[in-house]
């Protein structure tokens, strides 16, 4: 965790690329990290207090899937491509998203573009300042 002239950030390098990317600490998260005990680092873990393994988490959210009677077609990476999207409806530039992300630029337009399209509420405003990011990034 580092401080930032506003607050605080997390450093994670990502598992895939192995990429640094930098994570702001919104007021929610603060309130977890604050409440856990000193010197704990994990904050996702299994009911024995353990480390949550991926293919453990991966099943937590496919039984919380279909708890709620989502679609069996939505899966993890879905939620990134979904928060990238809405951090571009929020303002964010395409190169922040990315940064954000630990991807590259192309990678983000490509997954924001996917993801607009199965968002039909929000659609025409993201590949409107997609197409705006896009040309700014040429």
Request: proline share 4%; hydrophobic share 35%; glycine share 6%.
């Amino acid at each position: 965790m580092e401080n930032t002239p506003l607050g605080r950030r997390l450093r994670v390098r990502t598992n895939k690329r192995k990429r640094l990317v930098h994570i702001p600490i919104t007021p929610t998260l603060a309130k977890v990290i604050d409440e856990t005990e000193p010197g704990k680092l994990l904050i996702l873990t299994n009911v024995s207090g353990d480390q949550l393994t991926e293919h453990r988490a991966s099943d937590g959210l496919r039984q919380w899937r279909d708890k709620a009677k989502l679609s069996r077609d939505l899966r993890l990476q879905d939620t990134r491509g979904t928060a990238a999207t809405r951090l571009l409806y929020a303002g964010l530039s395409l190169s922040e998203i990315a940064n954000h992300m630990g991807w590259s630029i192309r990678h983000a337009a490509n997954v924001i573009e996917h993801y607009a399209r199965v968002s039909p509420d929000e659609t025409d405003s993201v590949l409107i300042k997609l197409s705006a990011a896009l040309r700014g990034a040429s």
